[in-house]
């Protein structure tokens, strides 16, 4: 797909996901010019939220669908490496916030609602901010979104309780499903918070950008993965990977339009009832994480899958270690730099991306607009907010 011509990828209704998706690698190193350019305003407006309380910050990462999916993804990551002196880090969802507000927001905690949006316009997007401004006292606002004309940018203007930042202008995709969206949002989120000094998030960003670039070139390789005849797409994780297999997974049913039946759950979490969905024509993937010992519960899965030859396909994702991998690795060359389990979600999401565009390809699929109903919308549209009453 990566090496087809405009053309021929317009006629297959592919185009705009195929570049969406090629196009990150670059424009990870474009968040982390953002990141630095803001580094001084990003610091400013924590010791303004600090001079609040003297108790921790509640830092609450919000969105919807994809959106929410960075903060799942992000939390683990950061409770052990971002300033727990300070905040506590949670990630709940828009749609929940909304539906039953006073089960999630407390009104006497000073709060950072970190909200992430592609386009800022989602209804519960837009709700769940006015909700959180009118249930809790001391409320301050980060809005991570990609569209500078979007309501949530808009409602950041001019109000030194809210700290926009604007992602790459390329990663407000077009197409239907969120790709660089997905990862420039949860790039710019995870360089805000996490403590690691800035010159090794350098080193972190450029080697996760090189392993993006070999992801791109050895789709054929993926490809050969795919080659069969599969029904059912597993991905398991572990840490901020297990919170990654919920947009893995998302991205297979949302570009094949649910064609591909799938499963996300934790490495240890699989045994305990949803292994019982594999079948001789589903592909199971992990995301092996490089921490010594977490990556042994991850090894352990595949081993045990593998043994079990209950699946088409067992896949470890992982960059390259002395210990076996079962079934078929997919080992990024990368040796020098080993990525932090945070910094892995980026080369491993555009692996899960290319195998939902290649599945949605398969399944005889538009990637572009995979709704053939027409159902359901890039933007969420029918969603009625209801008045709150205190």
């Not at 970190?114 to 800022?120: E, K």
């Not at 990663?171 to 420039?184: L, Y």
């Not at 997974?249 to 039946?261: D, H, P, R, S, Y």
Request: charge should be negative; charged fraction near 25%.
């Amino acid at each position: 797909m990566f090496e087809k011509k405009a053309d021929i990828l317009e006629k297959m209704g592919a185009e705009i996901t195929t570049r969406e998706i090629k196009q990150q690698p670059d424009l990870w190193k474009e968040a982390l010019q953002i990141y630095k350019e803001n580094k001084e305003a990003i610091a400013a407006f924590f010791e303004r939220a600090e001079k609040e309380t003297k108790k921790k910050i509640r830092v609450i990462f919000t969105g919807a669908g994809t959106s929410q999916y960075v903060g799942d993804t992000l939390v683990p990551y950061l409770t052990k490496k971002g300033n727990t002196k300070v905040f506590t880090f949670e990630s709940i969802g828009t749609t929940d916030i909304v539906a039953a507000p006073y089960d999630y927001l407390l009104s006497d905690e000073v709060t950072i609602l970190v909200s992430f949006a592609r386009s800022g316009n989602s209804p519960e997007s837009l709700a769940a901010v006015e909700i959180a401004n009118a249930i809790v006292e001391n409320i301050f606002h980060i809005t991570i979104t990609c569209a500078p004309d979007g309501q949530l940018a808009q409602f950041a203007e001019g109000d030194d309780r809210v700290l926009l930042l604007l992602m790459p202008e390329k990663s407000n995709d077009k197409g239907f499903a969120m790709t660089g969206s997905f990862t420039c949002m949860t790039l710019s989120a995870l360089l805000i918070f996490d403590q690691t000094e800035l010159k090794k998030k350098e080193v972190y960003v450029t080697a996760m950008s090189e392993m993006g670039r070999e992801v791109i070139c050895r789709e054929e390789e993926i490809q050969s993965l795919l080659k069969d005849e599969y029904h059912r797409i597993v991905y398991l994780g572990s840490g901020s990977l297990s919170g990654l297999t919920r947009e893995a997974q998302l991205k297979v049913l949302e570009l094949t339009a649910g064609k591909i039946a799938t499963v996300f759950d934790s490495s240890l979490g699989f045994r305990h009832g949803p292994k019982s969905f594999v079948d001789s024509k589903t592909l199971l993937f992990v995301f092996i994480n490089n921490d010594v010992y977490t990556r042994k519960y991850d090894l352990d899965i595949l081993t045990e899958v593998h043994r079990d030859q209950i699946a088409a396909q067992v896949v470890g994702i992982g960059q390259k270690d002395s210990a076996e991998v079962a079934g078929t690795p997919f080992l990024f060359s990368e040796e020098e730099v080993i990525l932090p389990e945070a910094y892995q979600v980026f080369p491993d999401i555009l692996f899960a991306q290319t195998v939902a565009l290649n599945s949605s390809i398969k399944v005889s699929n538009t990637p572009d607009t995979p709704s053939p109903t027409g159902t359901v919308n890039r933007v969420v549209e029918g969603v009625t907010i209801y008045e709150l009453k205190k």
